[in-house]
T-cell receptor, first 113, second 116 residues
Framework: AAGVIQSPRHLIKEKRETATLKCYPI?????VYWYQQGPGQDPQFLIS???????DKGSIPDRFSAQQFSDYHSELNMSSLELGDSALYFC????????????FGPGTRLTVT | AQKVTQAQTEISVVEKEDVTLDCVYE???????LFWYKQPPSGELVFLIR??????QNEISGRYSWNFQKSTSSFNFTITASQVVDSAVYFC?????????????FGTGTRLTIIP
């Protein structure tokens, strides 16, 4: 069965650079969630999209922006990167018939040096 | 706001022992879902179980069992006859049954180490 795809899987950036993380949900899933997991911490909700509209927002820094495109894939754009942005970024998707079951991607590990 | 507490930061047990991971949650909502996820050293989040707030029936799946007690706001997870492959960080999580607000609120996780 198809799973959530995230790219890249690993990314190394320097401070003040920009990064773009991509998420491809499971086919026919219309909702995408982004979570950030710092080292040794629990995943924290950043933002979610339903049918290409932002549906909920968590503790996402103003330096970050995200959107969901017409094909339902989503991108998380991160600018002016800081050392503290180093984390594992998860994307999850859910389908309209079962919005309370989120399927997680493998994550993108971002390292800011 | 919702809150999930996993008081046990780290647990180590010898292989074949039983181990229980505790989870206590807080929410003012009456309808919600509770989850357990496993995060092995490779980093992915592996879904283990989902339970809705109206279903307090305990569940057993192989060596895993879950005890949901609404009266004490707890959703504990027991591994019977632990194995080395069970070594991972385990997260308890909660989401509301509210359209547009299905985000997961995670506990801080319990790192479980099974000693061979």
């Amino acid at each position: 069965a198809a799973g959530v795809i995230q790219s890249p899987r690993h990314l190394i950036k320097e401070k003040r650079e920009t990064a773009t993380l991509k998420c491809y949900p499971i086919p026919r899933h219309d909702t995408v969630y982004w979570y950030q997991q710092g080292p040794g911490q629990d995943p924290q909700f950043l933002i979610s999209f339903y049918e290409k509209m932002q549906s909920d927002k968590g503790s996402i820094p103003d330096r970050f922006s995200a959107q969901q495109f017409s094909d339902y894939h989503s991108e998380l754009n991160m600018s002016s990167l800081e050392l503290g942005d180093s984390a594992l970024y998860f994307c999850a998707s859910s389908d309209p018939g079962n919005p309370y079951e989120q399927y997680f991607g493998p994550g993108t590990r971002l390292t800011v040096t | 706001a919702q809150k999930v507490t996993q008081a046990q930061t780290e647990i180590s047990v010898v292989e074949k022992e039983d181990v229980t991971l505790d989870c206590v949650y807080e929410t003012r909502d009456t309808t919600y879902y509770l989850f357990w996820y496993k995060q092995p050293p490779s980093g992915e989040l592996v879904f283990l179980i989902r339970r809705n707030s109206f279903d307090e029936q305990n569940e057993i799946s192989g060596r895993y069992s879950w005890n949901f007690q609404k009266s004490t706001s707890s959703f504990n997870f027991t591994i019977t006859a632990s194995q080395v492959v069970d070594s991972a960080v385990y997260f308890c999580a909660l989401s509301l049954v509210l359209f547009g607000n299905e985000k997961l609120t995670f506990g801080t996780g319990t790192r479980l180490t099974i000693i061979p």
